[in-house]
């Protein structure tokens, strides 16, 4: 068989088909062909495949990451489709979301297929995009929103802003729902964050920084809930960050809205306190909390509320970075460590089991964006994430194939790596 791919003895787990067992996984023609308990690596049905023995190695469909920064157009110097591209298939994840907040934004039809056709160039992973809610990220006149939609767009956000005004973010939810495409929003009114830094709190006085309150979040995704009451399209908050964020999205759920969110690896690892020295690898925004707020963000993936996990990969330029905490850039690249931080995270203490971790990388962002992957359902694309659950190693940003090092798990120890990571049928990637 010219092209296949035969994968033996590894532990498949595809939550979407409740899968869970060791079983062999034969890809042909760039779809997985069957998955079974055995299937002999001799004979005509698979002559010519390229054979890998995954014993002792998870086999999960490939992982996906719905919020990303590669930064392309505008701040290459930062990331590229290229760079950001190989990082990911790195990282095993076989399909990425780039966020529209680029410089000048992906607000048009043009846009949405420059990067499409980018990525097509790059040849590593599957690179989706959202597009702009408002022209120039102004939160004022809505973008082109519906030849975004023709042209592949898979949602629309104005990430790295909230979108202030309520009647702007109401037409936004009517013509999305027109197009049955997500509304994703970073929450953060502007009138209660002002010009915060950090969260509100005991560190952001003691440090005399500019405190960014909770509310904040909180505010604008209560408003937001509501309006989905009125306009039930698909609504997504964008990495939540606290305690009171996830009151409000337990009780959108138990409504039967449709809203569903996200957690980041800095937020379930990371607290305020690491804010202490000024490092501003430490400044991302929503900011870190406090360690109730992580211990609310880990029942609530326990309890199944949270729908994604994303890394919201930003990278920046070290000479950015240096600059004092006031001035410096929101952001994290950690897209190359993402899938140990988030085992050290949840596996470690028990959270998650495997299975959960997989679904919420795969089958749940999947649906979230309304692409058909997730999944080793026969006949779907062969993307497909080989992982070793038990090998250790050590955060290197001088490894990362990322342009940006502004990662503050330098030097962090981690299990959980990726062994290979298979895209369309192909090996993009081998540890």
Request: aromatic share 6%; glycine share 10%; net charge negative.
């Amino acid at each position: 068989m010219k092209n296949g791919v035969l994968i033996k003895n590894g532990r498949v787990i595809d939550p979407a088909n409740g899968i869970d067992g060791e079983y062999d996984l034969l890809i042909a023609d760039q779809k997985v062909e069957r998955v079974a308990e055995k299937i002999e690596d001799s004979g005509p049905a698979v002559r010519g495949c390229t054979i890998i023995d995954a014993t002792g190695k998870l086999v999960a469909p490939g992982l996906i990451d719905i919020h990303v920064h590669l930064r392309e157009p505008g701040d290459e110097e930062e990331e590229t489709i290229a760079s950001g591209s190989a990082a990911a298939v790195a990282a095993g994840f076989t399909s990425v979301v780039c966020m529209p907040n680029t410089n000048p934004p992906i607000e048009n039809e043009t846009d949405v297929e420059y990067i499409h056709r980018k990525a097509r160039q790059t040849r590593k992973t599957h690179v989706y995009t959202m597009g702009a809610i408002t022209k120039g990220l102004e939160g004022v006149e809505l973008a082109e929103m519906g030849f975004m939609a023709e042209a592949g767009a898979v949602g629309f956000t104005d990430d790295g802003r909230g979108v202030q005004d309520p009647a702007v973010i109401l037409r936004a939810l009517k013509y999305a729902a027109m197009f049955d495409l997500v509304v994703a929003q970073h929450c953060q009114d502007d009138g209660i964050a002002g010009s915060g830094v950090m969260n509100s709190g005991y560190y952001s006085t003691i440090l005399g920084l500019p405190g960014l309150d909770p509310l904040a979040e909180e505010a604008m995704l209560w408003r937001d809930i509501q309006l989905i009451r009125r306009v039930p399209v698909r609504y997504h908050a964008q990495h939540i960050s606290t305690t009171g964020s996830v009151e409000l999205i337990k009780v959108a759920k138990r409504d039967s809205l449709p809203v569903t969110c996200e957690v980041t690896p800095h937020h379930l690892l990371l607290t305020e306190e690491c804010c202490a020295d000024y490092d501003t690898n430490y400044k991302v925004n929503p900011p870190l909390r406090r360690a109730e707020d992580v211990d609310a963000l880990k029942q609530a993936i326990a309890d199944g509320l949270v729908d994604a996990l994303a890394t919201d990969h930003a990278p920046h330029l070290q000479s950015e970075k240096e600059l004092e905490f006031l001035a410096a850039p929101f952001g994290i690249a950690s897209l190359e460590c993402a899938l140990g931080l988030y085992v050290k995270a949840l596996v470690e203490p028990g959270v998650l089991d495997w299975p959960g971790l997989i679904r919420l990388m795969t089958e749940k962002p999947a649906g979230i964006i309304g692409i058909d992957k997730g999944t080793l359902g026969e006949g779907k694309q062969a993307d497909v994430t080989i992982i070793d659950p038990d090998r250790e190693y050590v955060v290197d940003v001088n490894t990362f194939r990322s342009k940006s090092r502004n990662c503050p798990y330098q030097g962090w120890k981690v299990k959980g790596r990726v062994e290979k990571t298979i895209v369309g049928g192909e090996i993009r990637f081998e540890a």
